[in-house]
């Protein structure tokens, strides 16, 4: 596989994120569902929003490695919270550690929505490739 990212504004760098990816000659792609903070029972978190953001990265880390993919793979992230506002005064930084841990840079879309699955605040859908 032959990634290249384009981001031709600077601001991008701060944000772990870049506004396009192009892949070329993949030997996979993985579709990912949103995926909540749901545990392995089922049960859906009634935790705040920064705890709901760790479950929901280690359900994605999960669900990718399972597939035989790695997280560094990921070149679209979107994220639906039920507040934009909450999710970047309280969860940026599990955010942008998580990406950097993973050395990610993706193509991402960041969305408010009315409301989730069970009442839960965030939501992570993801593209991988490899």
Request: aromatic share 8%; hydrophobic share 40%; with cysteine.
């Amino acid at each position: 596989m032959e990634k290249r990212t384009v981001d031709p504004w600077k601001w991008g760098e701060q944000t772990n994120s870049v506004q396009a990816v192009e892949i070329k000659q993949p030997a996979g792609t993985l579709y990912c569902s949103g995926l909540v903070a749901i545990d392995a029972a089922g049960q859906p978190s009634t935790a705040d929003m920064r705890s709901q953001l760790q479950q929901t990265f280690q359900n994605l880390e999960q669900l990718i490695g399972q597939a035989g993919y790695e997280c560094q793979g990921i070149v679209r992230l979107n994220v639906y919270t039920t507040s934009v506002v909450e999710f970047f005064t309280s969860c940026t930084d599990i955010y942008q550690a998580w990406l950097t841990r993973h050395g990610v840079k993706q193509a991402t879309t960041l969305l408010e929505v009315q409301g989730l699955f069970a009442g839960l605040t965030v939501e992570l859908e993801a593209t991988v490739v490899k």
